[in-house]
């Protein structure tokens, strides 16, 4: 009898073994790179008309409308909570930058607001007989519905996860940065803005910067992030940054700080001052929640981008404020596979420390980092 037990045992472990590497085998393996896309300008618009429209979150209740056209139009958006009928409207700013022989078009940055929480709201851009966009703003309490993506670039798999995301009714997009992958071609950053903008239109898209943005050339041009910079304001002013690379914001009860991977983060540095400043006005009874973005994970053990100063020296020098200020989940991009960490300090499991997450591949060309 004990004998049969044991048998019934052994066979349990085999089947429960064999089910286990069944289970591997039927893991979800993405087929390769699918192929690139480019986004021209739809023939309906006009020189004037918006495009590459999107938004994003400026304190408390009001929202930064981004947008660019080939001539230039006035930086105004007329808003209100029914189609149609504009009760609002706001003035803003126009730039453009140049990037060797390229010159961006009429850059719109305009802060609408105070609105109200929770809400549909319609707006054009421009005076013009624009089309109407509309976005809801995100909620003031619980629940919220954060999607988290990077590593975009512009193929069909990134086509995919947008329609994923478009139909998980989120509340706000959270991007760990490499947006366009446009890696100096500039043209590139306009289809990427024409690629997102039909979900980026409709809900705050809070981003922050990988290597992909950093878009310098030896000699020719010097200056780091340019596109992104002029294409991607956050709201850095608010949270008291003096630097696009680096901010933070609050939302229903989560105070979200995005960290810049590919600027200075010593002790010495603008930024790693700011963190300091920030972490200490964070309430947890008016944000419970406590979360950081980073392009470069500080956790990883895949084999991909293993040793790199953005991982290394950033985690050294700058995990122990996120520790002591008890942040609760860390999100990273750059590595191209999903990558769940248990609450980890100092390469320890550690109850008090934060969740480390390598949010996986939003669907560029590079492909999956599958070792
Ligand atoms: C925006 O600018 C236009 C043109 O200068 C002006 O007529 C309008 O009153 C301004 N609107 C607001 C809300 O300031
Ligand atoms: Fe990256």
Known sequence: MAAAVRGFL???????????????????????????LFISLSKDLRSTSPQQVHI???????????????????????????????????????????????DSGEIHDVVVGPLKPNTQYYYRCGFDSSPEFDFKTPPSQFPIKFAVAGDLGQT??????????????????????????????????????RLVEPLASKRPWMVTQGN???????LIHSQPFTAYNARWYMPFEQSGSDSNLYYSFEVAGVHVIMLGSYTDFDPTSAQYKWLQKDLKKVDRSRTPWLVVLVHAPWYNSNTAHQGEAESVNMKEDMEDMLYQARVDVVFAGHVHAYERFTRVYNEEANKCGPVHITIGDGGNREGLASK
């Open 56 to 102: 994003s979150l400026v304190g408390q209740d009001k929202m930064r409308i981004s947008w660019i056209t080939d001539d230039p139009s006035p930086a105004t958006v007329e808003y209100g909570t029914s189609s149609g009928a504009y009760s609002f409207s706001a003035n803003g700013s126009v730039h453009s930058y140049s990037y060797v022989i390229y």
């Open 10 to 36: 052994v066979m349990l472990a085999l089947a429960l073994a064999f089910a286990g590497a069944f289970q591997l085998g039927l893991a979800y393996d993405r087929p390769p790179a699918r192929k690139s």
């Open 212 to 218: 992909h943005e950093i878009e310098k050339i030896p």
């Open 156 to 193: 069909d798999w990134t086509s995919s996860t947008l329609e994923h995301i478009a139909k998980s009714n989120y509340d706000v997009l959270l991007l760990p940065g490499d947006l366009s992958y446009a890696d100096t071609n500039q043209p590139s950053w306009d289809s990427f803005g």
